[in-house]
């Protein structure tokens, strides 16, 4: 079956979108260009292919068990995570004096997202693993990272994040889990967490746990919560008092064990303070922020297999004839002749290659606001990386389960088999709106804080950059008709923004749309990442040297129209959701509790 992302869009998009090769500019990534690049990539996509897409099935039907106390998972997924970490996968953007490849994160993330498009189950115990090591590389102290730092880049150990209880989700003020000084510089533990993912398994020699407890008496709410390293083996070589209550059985996302732990049942869970006492939220969205970009990532690469796989299945499937023919005995014509099997094609199409655009844009940001040498660009990189991150997990997620569903359509009633790998797509994609942060909080989050912040500085900032897209666009004739829908759009969407954050109604009031503000906030974004991909498909169509464009003629005219799909069909629903937006609707907010 084949995999996505499309190497010539992927090429298309790091190249000549984003220009990854000037990356190499920054001393960081000096030894690296474009060769050492393209060998990554090339390494990711057959790792993928070899050892993750081949158990992608299998480990959808076969789901993590318990048996006589220990979590049973099927050995393909421990043999594709060891081929990962082999491959130097899981330390690959760390120094290489820590054994790292020292490489931009958009690389990482553009080698990544093969593994994700593969098998998102599997990819998800690395993913956690390379978050929990970014946080104690960013958090650790020295001894900290001389014992754990190492054995998770080589993969040994892996890694889990731990927020949730069963009474706090959405809501992290309530975590009730405590930690008590031991008197030696330690913690001890004790509380209920659940849906913790990778929580318990044989696959490594360790599992380092980072816990968000409070510590006895800090302060209620977020303000108190503290982050802690709970390891399931201790120094001392004995299990840690942690102790798996129960497997959770979902609807997807299988491969990945999900579990309810009891931490200091026995009054003995030994766990480390990371950073200062209080600041563990903090820490944790530092962590979670690259995560909810890679959740976006995880959701527009399965609405990329989805796009591959209903894109072939029309290609060769017959089915009925054209409008006009009224002949019985006319051959009849391939499924992707009918114009609504193009409009759901093209609608696939959109989400998935858009929102691979605007996932590496956004890892390139990561780099630029890590390594650029001027204090202002870094600080703008991270602006910009606050504001448009909501936006990629949430209203993306919610898109990429709509493209999920047309690949079901598309393919009628195979679709809905299991003969077929998209109802499993549609099935593993459905956690991406809940994790990480549901899409309701997302939203809240966007036009509650995201939105206003600094005086609008993050917000300002994005207006910037689609109103230089629009100036680019417009240099090209066949574009100048888009830039300008582009730049009404973006006046209308100013406009809506600026009454909703002045006007006083209240924090109630204001977040009861807030998720229809997400949808107009991420419409926008969408055109934007496709104007921004139609102009570099204008320069690439001018050839080089004004000359040969070479085999990507189609590809390039395919980019094109499909902006001109997006600008006709998906930006103009921001129109309806800007008058919801602009009369402050409160039908949902004035529904009385007992109306229902
Ligand atoms: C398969 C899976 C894997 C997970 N992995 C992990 C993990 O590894 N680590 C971890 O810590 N957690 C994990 N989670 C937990 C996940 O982050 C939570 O499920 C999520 O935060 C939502 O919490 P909840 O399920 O308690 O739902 P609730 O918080 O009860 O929310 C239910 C609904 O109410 C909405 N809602 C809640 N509060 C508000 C509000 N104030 N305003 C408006 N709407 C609101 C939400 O948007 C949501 O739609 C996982 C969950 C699942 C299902």
Known sequence: MVLAPRPEDLDFILHDMLRVEELAEYPRFEEHGRETFEAVL?????????????????????????????????????????????????????????????????????????????????????????????????????????????????????????????????????????????????????????????????????????????????????????????????????????????????????????????????????????????????????????????????????????????????????????????????????????ADIRRMLLKQKAVAEGGLALGLWLARLVDRHGQDPSERERIEAGLLLDIVTPIIKAFFSDQALAANDAAIQIMGGAGYTRDHPVEQYWRDNRLNPIHEGANGIQAIDLLGRKATMRDGAAFGLLVREIEAETVTARQAPMLEDLSDQLSSALNRVRHVTSVLTSAQLGPMKMLANASEYMEMMGHLVLAWIWLRQASAAVEGLRGEDGGHVGDREDFLKGKLHTCRYVFARELPKISPLADTLEHFDMTTFDMDTEWF
């Not at 158990?55 to 006589?68: I, S």
């Not at 040994?156 to 000084?181: C, I, N, Q, W």
């Not at 942690?242 to 064990?257: F, P, S």
């Open 42 to 338: 090339e390494t990711a996509r057959r790792i993928a292919e070899d050892k993750f897409q081949p158990h992608n099935r299998a480990a959808d039907l076969a789901e993590p068990k318990l048996v006589d106390g220990k979590v049973e998972i099927i050995p393909e997924i421990g043999q594709a995570i060891e081929a990962f970490n082999q491959a130097g996968f899981s330390a690959a953007h760390h120094d290489e004096a820590l054994g790292g490849m020292q490489l931009p994160w958009t690389v990482v993330q553009a080698a990544f997202v093969h593994f994700q498009a593969a098998n998102l189950s599997t990819a998800a115990y690395p993913f956690l693993s390379i978050a929990a090591a970014n946080l104690i590389r960013a958090q650790g102290t020295d001894a900290q990272k001389a014992r754990y730092l190492g054995p998770l880049l080589k993969g040994r150990y892996f890694g889990t994040m731990v927020l949730s209880e069963p009474h706090a989700g959405s809501s992290l003020s309530d975590v009730r889990t405590t930690a008590k000084p031991d008197g030696n510089q330690g913690y001890r533990l004790t509380g209920s967490k659940m849906w913790i993912s990778g929580g318990e398994h044989e696959m490594a020699e360790n599992i380092l746990h980072l816990v968000l407890a409070r510590i006895e008496g800090a302060p209620a709410g977020v303000k108190g919560l503290s982050l802690f390293l709970v390891p399931r083996i201790r120094e001392d070589g004995a299990l840690n008092d942690v102790r798996l209550v129960g497997l959770n059985h979902k609807m997807g996302y299988r491969g990945t064990v999900n579990t309810a732990l009891a931490f200091g049942d026995g009054g003995d869970c030994h766990g480390e303070l990371i950073g200062e006492a209080n600041e563990g939220l903090a820490y944790m969205f530092g962590m979670m922020n690259e995560a909810r970009i890679g959740v976006g990532l995880g959701a527009i690469m399965l609405a990329y297999q989805g796009y591959l796989t209903s894109l072939d299945y029309a290609r060769e499937r017959p089915q009925g004839r054209h409008p006009g023919e009224k002949d019985p005995d006319a051959p009849q014509v391939m499924l992707i002749e009918h």
